[in-house]
């Protein structure tokens, strides 16, 4: 089992930034491919954005050009700097990774969300 623990969010104003983490611990071999997801009340989860072992990123359109998304490889952590948010904005967060535990296994992992409420 590889344990990815989520920290960093919170309540906060329209407008305002927030910056989500997740650390990823336990037996890994290699990090590849990271994630953050988001789910609102009664929504689906939905991708927010993706970060890749080389460092290339995705992003959903609703975030694009607000939230970024970042790796540190050699501590096993994923970022997310979040600026204007909105209230639809609004979710649990969770952090998403494919972790090679040795060299012929590969496993999905999710944490357990951090929730980000957006609100005057």
């Known amino acids: 089992q590889v344990p990815l623990v989520e920290s960093g969010g919170g309540l906060v104003q329209p407008g305002g930034s927030l910056r989500l983490s997740c650390t990823a611990s336990?037996?890994?071999?290699?990090?590849?491919?990271m994630a953050w997801y988001r789910q609102a009340p009664e929504n689906e989860r939905d991708l927010v954005a993706t970060v890749a072992r080389d460092g290339s990123t995705n992003y959903a359109d609703s975030v694009e050009g607000r939230f970024t998304i970042s790796r540190d490889n050699a501590k096993n952590m994923l970022y997310l700097q979040m600026n204007s948010l909105a209230p639809e904005d609004t979710a649990t967060y969770y952090c998403n990774a494919d972790v090679e535990v040795n060299r012929d296994n590969e496993y999905n992992y999710w944490g357990q969300g951090t929730q980000v409420t957006v609100s005057s």
């Open positions: 336990g037996d890994i071999f290699k990090v590849n491919d």
